[in-house]
């Protein structure tokens, strides 16, 4: 898929999606003519980042998520703490 097509499905703008992929956190293939070509399981990658990025989930522990170096109840958990001593700070 295209990545006009991408950012319609997810939601993010090209140059969100280019920083991802700059990012390492999604290498969609190229067409013969050099075109991106974007799969299903891209736009989950990037639902899925956009959807923790939501939560306040930092690049580095999305990065971390997509290696398998952490597991997402772990973040998830972590966050949570964060954010009630946030809540207390406040």
Request: proline share 1%.
């Amino acid at each position: 898929m295209t990545i006009k097509e991408v950012e319609s499905l997810c939601g993010m703008t090209r140059a969100n999606i280019r920083f991802y992929e700059s990012e390492g956190l999604l290498t969609p293939s190229r067409n013969q003519n050099g075109y991106r070509d974007y799969s299903e399981k891209d736009a989950e990658v990037l639902k899925r980042i956009k959807l923790l990025r939501t939560l306040h989930i930092s690049l580095e522990e999305i990065k971390a998520l997509h290696t398998g170096d952490h597991e997402l109840l772990e973040v998830l958990e972590r966050q949570v703490k964060l954010l009630e001593n946030q809540k207390e700070d406040i």
